[in-house]
């Protein structure tokens, strides 16, 4: 009795600080009791997700340090010629900031979701899609370019070869991750307009009952492909 | 049929207002706008062209700032109950071990092909 009442009680009745997490997962039921499954599952794939990325930046750093080859500087790789001068970075510089903005409107949209506000909430979503998408051209305009001046996953014109591999392993999966997103987020946003987490309509895949959290769970997701670009900008760009 | 669907919702609204994480919008955009800065910083850095320890220093410094505005606030970890942020937060600290074992198994590779391949760089 005396342990339902500190696991499950309210926050006054359960211990503070490290105690507090030893009894969430000594409880003998679910550990991550304010998180509902989809969020927690959602969590775990992210997490699984982050040790995909960090064994490619890893390689990536490898590669880079065991080269006896120079490695191409990204500041002027991917300048771009501007009114006469060329400007270092600048086209990674707006797409940072294009999905820094998306994930500024989806932390909104969860909010208006919260706040059963449908059609504001799919709005911001819509907008969060767009600015995807947009990143995602850019994406494929900085490809091109870099294919039609010659660089490959075994070579490229600056140095090292190992640079073109990289790239496109980091960015294709990057990228690929952002594409999935804004399906994801076109999905979700349909649902919310047409009012399916008013209703508690069922999923057409999962049969289960649609709710408001489903917009925040899929934010995790957004929120996590612009961290992982955090690190890809410091670590592949600037570095 | 209809009095069904409407107890439903209500019941639905009581459970989703105790469950879900609402703030005040003020701080998404606080926190937007931050992000903004730090963006333009570490763009700064390249752009103004500081080299060395400075630069690597404030690279991971922006690096690191942006990435926690993301996960605490827009990821709303800040306020999740502590036995997740642990699991989620503590095995990515890991990671830093396989960077230490890579680093040296990359400085062994450079040393080999230094010595045997004699390619300076």
């Known amino acids: 009795m005396a ?82 001068q060329d400007i270092p970075l600048i086209l990674i510089a707006i797409m940072t900031f294009v999905l820094i903005s998306s994930s500024g409107t989806m932390a909104m949209a969860v909010n208006f979701g919260y706040r059963r506000e449908r059609h504001r909430t799919a709005a911001l979503m819509l907008l969060t899609a767009l600015l995807g998408a947009t990143f995602v051209s850019m994406q494929a305009f900085e490809w091109t370019k870099l294919i039609t001046e010659g660089v490959r996953p075994w070579e490229n014109p600056w140095g090292a070869a190992q640079f073109g591999s990289t790239f ?44 408001y959290e489903v917009v925040e769970i899929m934010g995790l997701y957004w929120h996590f492909v612009d961290l992982v670009w955090v690190f890809i900008f410091a670590f592949f760009y600037l570095w | 049929m209809s009095e069904t ?61 942006k ?15 502590l036995a997740l942020v642990y699991a989620i937060l ?8 396989f960077v230490a074992l890579m680093v040296s198994e990359s400085q062994y590779t450079i040393l080999t092909r230094l010595a045997f391949f004699g390619t300076a760089p």
């Open chain 1, 3 to 84: 342990q339902t009442i500190e696991t499950h009680g309210d926050a006054n009745l359960r211990p503070a600080g490290l105690r507090g997490v030893a009894a969430d997962f000594a409880s003998d039921q679910r550990a991550f009791k304010s998180a509902s499954w989809g969020k927690a599952m959602m969590w775990i794939f992210l997490l699984s997700d982050t040790f995909v990325f960090g064994c490619f930046l890893i390689a990536y750093m490898t590669a880079r340090m065991s080269t006896p080859v120079a490695w191409p500087n990204p500041s002027e790789v991917f300048a771009l010629h501007i009114g006469g």
């Open chain 1, 168 to 211: 496109f392993m980091i960015t294709g999966f990057h990228g690929t991750h952002v594409t999935i997103g804004v399906i994801f987020l076109l999905i979700v946003a349909r649902k919310v307009w047409r009012g399916d987490f008013d209703v508690e309509r069922r999923g057409f895949f999962t049969s289960r009952k649609g709710r």
């Open chain 2, 5 to 65: 669907t409407a107890h439903a919702q209500t019941h639905t609204a009581q459970a989703q207002a105790h469950t879900g994480q609402q703030h005040p919008i003020r701080l998404y955009l606080f926190v937007w706008g931050l992000l903004f800065v730090l963006s333009a910083f570490s763009y700064l850095v390249d752009y103004f062209g500081i080299q060395g320890y400075l630069r690597w220093t404030l690279i991971l410094l922006f690096m690191m700032l």
């Open chain 2, 67 to 81: 990435a926690g505005l993301i996960v605490a606030v827009f990821m709303h970890m800040a306020w999740e109950r």
């Open chain 2, 90 to 97: 503590m095995p990515p600290v890991l990671v830093l071990v």
